[in-house]
């Protein structure tokens, strides 16, 4: 009887010990590191676009993912509005000392189109739709939409040498709630609010700098994000 529950208390805290760690530190700043590009097949109305974005629980070292992305895209003709197929690589860390990894691959559909209010307000509106094949998991979806909204602040308009302001916030629901091996997930999968201080070096090439809250059923944390926007 002793024994057995001598080895209870071992199993416990070994458990403990291998699992209590997964809850990210929500007081921990972590950072992304992101490179987006976009081109259009010359005066055509198709193009690509794509994205790598490097992210980590902390500033740097203890990844949290690798995400690696691209996409066919289409402009329909007298339509103000972008379509995409794509496809994404994503290797996800466990939080902390754990360098465990797992791997998904997920098609996306996404629907991009602008509004402009006033001289300087432009937004972006962003719904996307995935199917994501996440390993040990059973086929899942999810629904995206982001509202982008980028204001110029030393010029009336976006051109060479312009600062602006850039926020976004996008919320993701899932399609599935049940994923497999008896585990579930809620509805609402996470929501992303984002500021940050833009600058065009040039037509077509951009750099922000800003913090992403990141807040999910379970915990919320803040993130650096420092990234680089191509057009080519």
Same mark, same amino acid.
């Given at each position: 009887?002793?024994? *057995? /529950? ?7 805290? /070994? ?8 809850? =990210? ?23 690509? $676009? ?5 992210? *980590? ?18 402009? =329909? ?16 860390? %466990? ?28 937004? @972006? ?6 199917? #994501?094949?996440?390993?040990? $998991? ?5 629904? #995206? ?7 110029? /602040? ?11 302001? %850039?926020?976004?916030? &996008? /919320?993701?629901? *899932?399609? &599935? ?5 008896? @585990?579930?997930? &809620?509805?609402?999968?996470? @929501?992303?609010?984002?500021? %940050? ?25 803040? $993130?650096? $994000? ?7």
């Amino acid at each position: 009887m002793k024994k *057995n /529950l001598f080895l209870l208390v071992i199993s416990i805290s /070994l458990f403990v010990s291998k699992y209590g760690n997964a809850q =990210p530190d929500e007081n921990k700043l972590g950072a992304w590191y992101m490179y987006f590009f976009d081109t259009t097949f010359k005066e055509s109305q198709w193009g690509l $676009q794509g994205d790598i974005q490097y992210r *980590n629980w902390n500033v740097a070292g203890d990844l949290e993912q690798l995400l690696l992305r691209a996409g066919i895209t289409y402009t =329909p003709k007298q339509a103000d509005i972008k379509l995409t197929l794509g496809y994404g690589n994503i290797t996800t860390g %466990a939080y902390g000392l754990d360098n465990a990894t797992s791997s998904e691959s997920r098609i996306y559909q996404e629907a991009l189109f602008p509004v402009q209010f006033g001289k300087r307000f432009y937004t @972006n509106h962003r719904f996307r739709y995935e199917q #994501r094949f996440v390993e040990n $998991q059973d086929f899942r979806t999810r629904y #995206r939409y982001n509202l982008f909204l980028n204001i110029p /602040l030393n010029k009336p308009v976006f051109e060479d040498k312009t600062v602006y302001l %850039a926020l976004y916030n &996008e /919320l993701f629901i *899932n399609g &599935e709630r049940k994923i497999g091996n008896g @585990n579930s997930v &809620e509805v609402f999968d996470r @929501n992303r609010l984002y500021l %940050a201080m833009g600058y065009m070096i040039k037509k077509g090439l951009k750099i922000q700098f800003g913090v992403m809250k990141q807040s999910t059923n379970t915990w919320s944390k803040n $993130q650096l $994000q420092f990234s680089f926007h191509q057009k080519i």
